[in-house]
């Protein structure tokens, strides 16, 4: 039988011998140099916003949903990855995108400022590259305080190249309401800069910090867990527990120093890192917080009551007792089996 001789074996067989040592030598080189190649993989999301309403602590909430749930899907991609995400208008607003810590590129950063979705249109926001590595939002990107106010957000995570692995990871976005607003019995509508005087709801994703109803994380002894923590709210939301985390990350990016420590006041549009261990078995308890120092509360009682008159013309501008203080209500329960 005929033996056909391809392009590639006539090539090989046509060289001399320095030649074929240079060849086998580059094609050495190139075998080692590829596992540390990497190429950059598309990602592609779809948020479709819709009109919604929620329940918090007895208080109905007109909300608008993402892909109709609240908070909006957790979007997590690679260091490097190649991101678009389209915007599909399916409510009775505007609306726009916005990704909070992403280092989105000129094009993508005056797509968030200027482009604006009309209900029953749609429009895909990228390309922009996944970077930096670490815990971040995206979230409406019109009219941010009252359609933030009004649950227009997700978490966005970026995952290192290098991520250290965990035994377990959560993601927990920290919020503050006002049933006031939602009721129509207060001076602003929702989003209203002063309307978080009036701020009595605070939230852990979809749930609300009641005391007797922690979100439960079930772990065995030993294992390292990481918890990534957002503020998304108005206030200034405290997490202690008593047993200590190291704190790793600060806005997506290391700390310089990882440090102990037992509690950590998350501001608002701050995202925190901790790492725990979970150590014997048991319940341990983290706890929440608002606490507003005398000064600031004092300064936003007095810029509610002077110079903002009511919807009712005839009223005297509101006197307002300002952000109440709420300590040390359990907000995380961690079951340690063996």
Avoid at 164 to 181: G, Q
Avoid at 237 to 256: A, L, M, N, Q, S
Avoid at 315 to 326: C, D, L
Wanted: hydrophobic share 35%; aromatic share 10%; net charge neutral.
């Amino acid at each position: 039988m005929k033996k056909t001789i391809t392009n590639y074996e006539l090539r090989i067989t046509n060289l001399n011998l320095n030649s074929k040592i240079f060849l086998f030598c580059l094609l050495v080189t190139v075998h080692c140099l590829l596992p540390t190649v990497s190429f950059a993989e598309t990602r592609e999301f779809t948020l479709t916003v819709t009109d919604g309403k929620i329940e918090l602590n007895g208080t109905e909430f007109m909300v608008w949903k993402y892909n109709d749930i609240f908070p909006g899907p957790e979007i997590r991609v690679k260091e490097g990855d190649i991101v678009k995400v389209k915007l599909i208008n399916k409510s009775s607003a505007k609306h726009g995108l916005f990704f909070h810590g992403l280092h989105v590129n000129p094009r993508v950063s005056l797509q968030e400022q200027e482009i604006i979705v009309d209900p029953g249109y749609e429009y895909t926001y990228g390309e922009f590259t996944a970077k930096p590595a670490g815990t971040h939002l995206y979230h409406c990107g019109f009219n941010m305080a009252e359609h933030l106010t009004r649950g227009m957000y997700g978490a966005f995570i970026v995952e290192a190249k290098d991520e250290p692995k965990y035994d377990k990871e959560f993601v927990y976005i920290l919020s503050d309401w006002s049933s006031k607003a939602a009721k129509g019995e207060g001076h602003h509508e929702a989003g209203h800069p002063m309307s978080i005087m009036d701020n009595d709801i605070f939230t852990i994703n979809d749930r609300v910090v009641k005391g007797d109803n922690p979100v439960m994380i079930q772990a065995m002894a030993g294992e390292k867990i990481k918890i990534r923590l957002a503020n998304i709210g108005h206030l200034p939301h405290k997490i202690r527990y008593p047993d200590g985390f190291i704190i790793t990350h600060e806005d997506g990016y290391p700390v310089p120093e990882q440090r102990r420590d037992v509690a950590l006041t998350i501001f608002p549009g701050k995202r925190h890192d901790v790492v725990i261990t979970a150590k014997g078995t048991g319940k341990y308890l983290f706890y929440h917080s608002i606490f507003l120092p005398e000064s600031a509360r004092s300064l936003l009682a007095k810029e509610a009551s002077t110079g903002h008159q009511s919807h009712n013309t005839h009223e005297s501008p509101r006197k307002s007792q300002g952000v109440q203080n709420v300590t040390d209500v359990p907000i995380i329960m961690l079951n340690i089996t063996k």
